[in-house]
């Protein structure tokens, strides 16, 4: 079945430095990939998403790529802020008929920026 | 921009009692979904909601049903609260297959 595999946390880095976090994705059909933020006692925000292969999304400084070869969508940032820290979960949307409906969420990586 | 709210931010409970936990959205949803998630469990899936009346199960719906009298309004029932309920939940609504989900700010239930 489809899933979502990101890379174990917590992640720490200093402030400035460049942020790196690998999705990888099982799936069949052509999903829909999404990055999102959680920070302390809040919801899931929407960071960005990218819609089919080769589409980057970006926002806030945060960009991904749909990299369909690879089946991967790893998030970047070129300079991290310590307001960046929190917990970022990759996600996809089902495409097949029994599945379009449903979310597949990865583990989530938390992320901690040091001044 | 997508807003879901959900009726409480924290609640405390009483093991048995029924608790209602309320979610409402503004962007005209056909989906609407209850997750909770607790630690190195990640979120999972208690149920959805396709329409006004139509549910389906997720991946952990014993001890919980839901409601969708409303396409804007989407509830989560504890017909008797025991402590294992204990956790952060979270509601979820989303537009056509392939859009994003948008959540609420959730509701860190306590059940004593």
């Known amino acids: 079945g489809d899933s979502v595999t990101q890379m174990e946390g917590p992640v720490t880095l200093s402030e400035e430095a460049f942020l790196t976090i690998n999705c990888t994705y099982t799936?069949?059909?052509?999903?829909?990939l999404f990055w999102y933020v959680q920070y302390p006692g809040e919801g899931l925000q929407l960071l960005l998403k990218?819609?089919?292969?080769?589409d980057k999304g970006s926002n806030k400084g945060f960009e991904a790529t749909y990299r369909k070869e690879t089946t991967s969508f790893h998030l970047e940032k070129g300079s991290v802020q310590v307001s960046d820290s929190a917990v970022y979960f990759c996600?996809?949307?089902?495409?097949?008929?029994?599945?379009?409906?449903?979310?597949?969420f990865g583990s989530g990586t938390k992320l901690n920026v040091k001044p | 921009d997508v807003k879901v709210t959900q009726s409480s931010r924290y609640l405390v409970k009483r093991t048995g009692e029924k608790v209602f936990l309320e979610c409402v959205q503004d962007m005209d949803h056909e989906n609407m979904f209850w997750y909770r998630q607790d630690p190195g469990l990640g979120l999972r899936l208690i149920y959805f909601s396709y329409d006004v009346k139509m549910k389906e199960k997720g991946d952990i719906p014993e001890g919980y049903s839901v409601s969708r009298e409303k396409k804007e309004r989407f509830s989560l029932i504890l017909e008797s609260a025991s402590t294992n309920q204990t956790s952060m939940y979270l509601c979820?609504?989303?537009?056509?297959?392939?859009?994003?989900?948008?959540f609420g700010p959730g509701t860190r239930l306590l059940v004593l």
């Open positions: 996600a996809l949307s089902g495409s097949t008929w029994g599945n379009f409906n449903k979310f597949y």
């Open positions: 979820a609504s989303r537009g056509t297959s392939g859009s994003a989900q948008y």
């Open positions: 799936a069949t059909g052509y999903p829909s």
């Open positions: 990218a819609t089919k292969a080769d």
